[in-house]
């Protein structure tokens, strides 16, 4: 069946330094696939999404490019902050279907 | 525009005891979904419906699970009788579906479950 796999965390930066959290994916057909943010103690939001090949999903300073020839969404941030401290979800979902979540990255930024 | 709403935000109960959790999802979206967040097991999916009608149920860890949903804006989560392993954030989200799209989802503020 369908799964994402995501780079294990922690992952600790200090302030400014460049982010890069690994995601890759396996899946029939095309799926759409999105970044989910969890602050502490929050529920999950929506980060940013890319729906078809060579897509590139950005917000916030956050971007992904949907690769379909390596199956990857890799997140990515040029210069990250401690607000950025929390847990990073790569999902997918086919049409129709729940999404498929990753187990998270949690990200951790000091200043 | 108000998000999912998810209540209480908090609940403690006893052992044996019901637990109803409740869910009232973003006003025109039609699917809702229930999860699941424990340090040990992630992110768990239990129910999705789809225009009020149960899909996939097979997250469901067992009987002492269910769940309804009466209408397009209300959604409750029971579990009777609840067990301290029951313990975890449970999430509610709702999607708007668009034919053909694969949409995503907005999720509610949880509700932390602890069951002594």
Redesign the interface.
């Known amino acids: 069946g369908d799964s994402v796999t995501q780079m294990e965390g922690p992952v600790t930066l200090s302030e400014e330094a460049f982010l890069t959290i690994n995601c890759t994916y396996t899946a029939t057909g095309y ?2 696939l ?1 970044w ?1 943010v969890q602050y502490p103690g ?5 980060l940013l ?1 890319a ?1 078809k090949a060579d897509d590139k999903g950005s917000n916030k300073g956050f971007e992904a490019t949907y690769r379909k020839e390596t199956t990857s969404f890799h997140l990515e941030k040029g210069s990250v902050q401690v607000s950025d401290s929390a847990v990073y ?1 790569c999902a997918l ?4 279907t ?2 498929i ?1 990753g ?2 990255t949690t990200l951790s930024v000091s200043s | 525009d108000a998000g999912v709403i998810q209540s209480p935000r908090h609940e403690v109960t006893e052992m044996g005891q019901e637990v109803t959790l409740r869910c009232k999802p973003i006003s025109g979206h039609n699917s809702l979904f229930w999860y699941r967040q424990t340090m040990m097991r992630g992110l768990e999916l239990l129910i999705y419906f789809n225009n009020n009608v149960p899909i996939d149920d097979s997250g469901m860890p067992e009987d002492r699970f269910s769940a309804k949903m009466p209408n397009a804006s209300f959604s409750t989560l029971k579990i009777q009788p609840s067990e301290p392993r029951d313990s975890a954030v449970y999430f509610c989200a709702s999607s708007p579906r668009r034919v053909g799209g694969k949409y995503e989802q907005y999720f509610g503020p949880g509700t932390r479950l602890t069951v002594t």
């Not at chain 1, 929050?42 to 929506?46: A, D, V």
């Not at chain 1, 979902?93 to 129709?96: E, I, M, P, V």
């Open positions: 799926p759409s999105f989910y929050e529920g999950l939001q929506l999404k729906t979800f979902n086919q049409a129709g729940a999404l979540f187990k998270g």
